[in-house]
């Protein structure tokens, strides 16, 4: 039996993370994968080959969209095969440069490519030999859950993974869902050529951010083409005439809904099953996910859990990494650092994109009792006009009684560029007289946080452009 002093499941971000900081501090670490290749979903199936792919689709949409007199471009040359199969060259370059090549230099570290199973609580099995260690993280992340509907599986549907690899580009496609990947993808094969259909659920989108924001931005898919419908019930799915058919009831209506193609992003699953956590002692919920405290401890203090595996509020990028690390130094030196979540941004790479740093308004009514917050459109940020980029609005929440800054949401171009200095004012506590007295460049759209912390002291629409 081999005995380590840290034995990390899973091989994403979060688990990465883990074992750099474990290398960090010396410590004999074995790192188990299975599944998905070293690097998880980030660099594999997530971020890096959307964000690619979606960032094509802007240069091909804004080409003919740009809304500036005397230009007219022309796309010559579309290829769907070869941007995809750019994304995957993509993919295995990064995966190969940031994840297999920084591992290789883990001395301390032992990479497993198996299937692991707790045994004990101090005990993983993993190809047929035993790992025992004191301290273990679990990072083995989520997976794709498609909704009960009769007949979704006998008719075939993709994931994001296997959308990220379709060679040949759906004519009509369906997204159930209305989550950052539904909207991120909507928009990416809308902006290809898709007709694309998003059927949810609930009212709204994106429902984890600022509603005056996610309203807008269902305008503007809305505008470019996108159907957005919102079923009472969904009946079945069934193939008929070589088409996916998706039967629900809108408003009280059964309504039919044909494509090419479904794509199920409706949620995820944390991956633990088949993990032996029960043998461990580690408690899950009725999710599946499992429990930590805000240490990442789990219900057995020496195990600790990270990213999308746990019960954690549902969160995107960058946490995973950072709970790895922090995870990590834990363990292995008895710390207790942890995150503070009200600090960490979101962004949804639509296009124009929606970011988000702390407090929505509706938080803050649910703690406070009462909400101290304005809504600035773009149309008065001065570089917002020069770009022909109105259509964005910035939100932000202030403390009523300090006027510290709790939270801001952005939709604009580059709204994740923008929401840095965001994370920093609410992070640093900083009032809106310290973002007024400020001198941001002129013009440039991060003028657009001076501008609605100016609204909470004046009428914002009596003042020079270069006030």
Do not use: W
Not at 317 to 342: F, H, Q, S
């Amino acid at each position: 039996m081999k005995v380590f002093d840290l034995i990390i499941i899973g091989g994403g971000a979060g688990a990465v993370a883990a074992a750099i900081h474990a290398h960090e501090l010396n410590a004999q670490t074995a790192m188990i994968n299975t599944g998905l290749p070293l690097g998880g979903t980030c660099v594999n199936v997530g971020c890096v080959p959307s964000k690619r792919l979606l960032h094509a689709g802007q240069l091909l949409y804004q080409a003919g969209n740009h809304g500036i007199p005397g230009i007219e471009l022309a796309v010559s040359n579309f290829d769907f095969r070869a941007l995809v199969e750019d994304e995957l060259n993509l993919v295995a370059r990064m995966r190969q440069q940031k994840y297999e090549k920084v591992l290789a230099g883990l001395k301390t570290v032992t990479f497993i490519e198996g299937r692991a199973k707790l045994i004990s609580p101090t005990q993983v099995r993993v190809n047929g030999q035993t790992l025992q260690a004191e301290k273990m993280i679990i990072a083995t992340g989520s997976k794709a859950t498609a909704p009960p509907i009769a007949g979704l599986a006998q008719t075939g549907y993709v994931t994001h993974i296997e959308a990220l690899q379709l060679l040949r580009l759906p004519e009509k496609l369906v997204i159930i869902g209305a989550g950052p990947v539904a909207i991120e993808f909507a928009q990416m094969f809308s902006r290809f050529g898709s007709r694309v259909t998003i059927v949810k659920r609930s009212p709204g989108i994106l429902r984890f951010a600022e509603p005056l924001l996610t309203e807008r931005l269902a305008q503007i898919l809305t505008g470019e083409g996108i159907d957005i419908i919102t079923a009472q019930v969904f009946r079945n799915a069934r193939v008929e005439n070589n088409q996916k058919v998706l039967a629900v009831t809108v408003d009280g209506s059964d309504t039919q809904i044909a494509a090419d193609e479904i794509l199920v992003a409706a949620g995820k699953t944390p991956n633990t099953k088949g993990l032996g956590l029960d043998a461990a002692g580690v408690e899950i919920d009725a999710r599946g996910a499992v429990v930590v405290n805000a240490t990442f401890q789990t219900s057995r203090p020496h195990i600790f859990a990270v990213g999308d595996v746990t019960a954690q509020p549902a969160r995107l990028e960058p946490t995973a990494g950072k709970e790895g690390t922090l995870a990590a130094g834990n363990a292995l030196t008895g710390a207790t650092d942890r995150i503070d979540y009200d600090t960490v941004p979101f962004t949804v790479f639509t296009d124009p994109q929606l970011a988000g740093v702390g407090l929505t308004e509706a938080d803050q009514m649910q703690r406070l009792g009462t909400c101290n917050c304005r809504t600035v459109s773009f149309e008065n940020v001065p570089r917002a006009i020069l770009m022909n980029r109105t259509e964005g609005l910035i939100n932000m929440t202030i403390d009523p009684s300090t006027e510290k800054i709790m939270g801001v949401h952005i939709l604009a171009p580059d709204a994740g560029e923008l929401i840095a200095a965001a994370m920093v004012l609410v992070k640093n506590k900083n009032t809106i007289d310290d973002v007024i007295k400020s001198l941001p460049m002129f013009p440039t759209l991060a003028e657009a946080l001076k501008i609605v912390a100016l609204s909470f002291k004046k009428d914002i629409s009596s003042l020079s452009c270069c006030v």
